[in-house]
């Protein structure tokens, strides 16, 4: 039933059950049997009497086909492994890795009854609006390096969706992505590693796409893209320009070896430098952002006693703007 829905992706129009039997040299009932199948599937396919079947808005499907479909990366993004519904998306990436999987395997879930995010906070992915995914990958580095992998997918992931949406995008150190006020991705890595080197990374993100209203408690917090723009968007396109934005990332990375070559576009898109923030450490203390460090900490200036600490990781907030 793939066969013909290949055949009606390649089709720009109308073509007949008996021109499709003729191409893939099955019977126009089999076609048509095919046709239900995709249909129940979730595929739109019009059907006209003497021009035959189209396929509609074949873009706003979201599966494992589509996802693996038109793809344009070497590894990233690929094989795709897609719930209807899940946990964590995470977690399946987690079982994956010790089961062997490869680096650029991708978890994609439509639903995640409990989606996790950073300080275990609960992250809300209801069906249909968003993007819950996670990205296995396989650096061979330290564990002292990995907390850069997170600035790093913070930061591909502002560029694929400025690409996309023309909108901007700033990173709240070290990896939440927002427009505006308001929170629009979130990303959770976690790694399993021995004391010299990681064994594997997942990184698993979470974009608020199509959402068109969010529950009281986060209504002044977050945002989507479609909120934010007027828009809807493909989850497909959206997760493959991350996986081909995210793939170059990586390799530069992994050829540098450091974070070196992003830091001053990491500077840039941080709209935590220079602002008075408080530290989530085990005593909160308020402090200025100076600076990130070649690691990916935050470089801070204490207000109490004025001198520099690196935050290596946790919570800031920016004082009076973002909690
Ligand atoms: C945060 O901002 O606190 C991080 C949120 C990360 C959410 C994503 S959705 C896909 C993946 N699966 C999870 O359970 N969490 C991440």
Not at 135 to 162: H, K, N
Not at 186 to 212: P, Y
Not at 227 to 245: F, H
Request: aromatic share 8%; with cysteine; charged share 25%.
């Amino acid at each position: 039933m793939y066969r013909i829905l290949d055949v009606l992706r390649q089709a720009d129009n109308f073509i007949s059950g008996q021109e499709i039997g003729n191409m893939l040299s099955v019977s126009r009932a089999a076609v048509w049997k095919g046709i239900e199948k995709l249909r129940q599937e979730g595929y739109e396919i019009e059907a006209v009497t003497n021009k035959g079947y189209r396929l509609i808005h074949p873009e706003t499907m979201y599966n494992k086909r589509e996802l693996e479909t038109g793809r344009k990366t070497k590894r990233m993004g690929y094989p795709v492994y897609f719930w209807k519904e899940t946990d964590s998306t995470n977690n399946r990436i987690r079982e994956l890795a010790f089961e062997g999987a490869e680096e650029g395997t991708l978890a994609v879930a439509e639903v995640q009854t409990a989606g996790r995010g950073r300080r275990g906070k609960p992250w809300r992915s209801p069906v249909g609006t968003g993007i819950w995914m996670s990205v296995l990958l396989r650096p061979q580095i330290a564990p002292t390096q990995a907390s850069v992998m997170t600035l790093l997918g913070g930061l591909a992931v502002c560029e694929a969706l400025e690409n996309m949406t023309k909108l901007k995008t700033k990173i709240k150190w070290p990896n939440d992505i927002y427009i505006g006020h308001k929170k629009v991705v979130g990303i959770l890595t976690e790694m399993d590693c021995e004391l010299t080197q990681v064994h594997f990374v997942v990184m698993g993100i979470g974009i608020n796409v199509n959402t068109k209203a969010f529950p009281a408690d986060l209504q002044d917090i977050a945002t989507s893209l479609y909120l934010e723009s007027g828009q809807t968007y493909s989850r497909k396109k959206l997760v493959q320009n991350i996986m081909e934005v995210l793939e170059r990332y990586y390799d530069a990375f992994v050829e540098a070896g450091t974070f070196a070559p992003f830091l001053e576009a990491y500077r840039k898109k941080c709209m935590t430098l220079r602002k008075e923030v408080t530290v989530f450490a085990k005593e909160p203390f308020a402090a200025t952002a100076l600076d990130i460090t070649e690691d990916g900490e935050l470089l801070v200036k204490r207000a109490d006693n004025g001198k520099k600490e690196v935050v290596y990781a946790g919570e800031v907030s920016i004082r009076g703007v973002i909690k």
